[in-house]
């Protein structure tokens, strides 16, 4: 099971629902449980592999927050990733090297947890850079390990 150390800052359901209509989507639920009791963090353990093997034992440094420090809140880095990521996808987490960890937003791809081994200046593009982590947050946790 993961721990992780949180931000100290908590969110209210009212907000998560201001964010969501000013961006214009919907967080899953399994999402939305985890901001409002965490907020995000430093999760430890802090391991996880693709869901086809592509890689494994990519560290996870930070899982992101709303309303906290901008270098951890989700919409800040949403918005400077506005021409390389498609508004299907939030940044949820970061991984040691650069790269994300995004969540599905919209239409098929909903809940789904994606890695983004991001370089500098590309898009997101599935099964080229952008790989399958976990059907759902909950799944995506439950594969964290030390």
Known sequence: ?????NFGQTIMEY???KYEF???FSFP????EFLKSVNGGIPSPNKFDLSKKEK???????????????????????????NSLSRS????????????????????KFENIYFWDK???ERAEDGKNFFLV????EGFLNSIYG
Do not use: S, T
């Not at 976990?134 to 947050?137: G, H, I, K, L, V």
């Open 134 to 137: 976990a059907e759902n947050f």
């Open 15 to 17: 907000d998560l629902v």
């Open 56 to 82: 494994e034992g990519l560290v996870l440094n930070v899982l992101f927050g709303v309303g906290v420090e901008k270098n951890y809140n989700v919409f800040y880095i949403l918005k400077g990733l506005k």
């Open 89 to 108: 996808w939030i940044p949820i987490g970061q991984v040691e090297g650069g790269g994300l960890v995004c969540l599905g937003v919209e239409g098929d």
């Open 1 to 5: 099971m993961v721990d992780i150390k």
């Open 119 to 121: 370089k500098e200046g």
């Open 22 to 24: 000013d961006f214009g």
């Open 29 to 32: 639920r399994e999402y939305k």
